[in-house]
């Protein structure tokens, strides 16, 4: 242990010269920058996630619109033939 005032403690003046650091203030501070942060990566990953389901919706109405003209096809097909057979 070394003595106060001594070499280890040699920065003259009294520690009440100085502000002291208030751990609650940074700790709080720091906890706002983290949830920040968090709530920044959340509004990303949430776009990416609603760009996707809006390709997955095109792709789905192309699926949906695709079987439509097939079933219209056919339905045509089947006019066409039996217009030729009368």
């Known amino acids: 242990m070394t ?3 001594g070499a280890a403690g040699s920065g003259g003046g009294s520690r ?3 502000d002291s650091f208030d751990a609650a203030t940074a700790r709080i501070e720091a906890n706002e920058r983290v ?3 968090r709530w920044s990566a959340l509004d990303y ?4 996630i609603e760009t996707s389901l809006e390709r997955l919706e095109r792709r789905i109405w192309v ?3 695709g079987g439509a003209a097939f079933l219209l096809a056919q339905g045509a097909e089947a006019l066409v033939q039996a217009a030729m057979v009368r």
């Open 16 to 18: 009440f010269l100085f």
């Open 63 to 65: 699926m949906v619109f």
């Open 3 to 5: 003595a106060r005032g």
């Open 45 to 48: 990953r949430l776009s990416h």
């Open 35 to 37: 949830a920040e942060e």
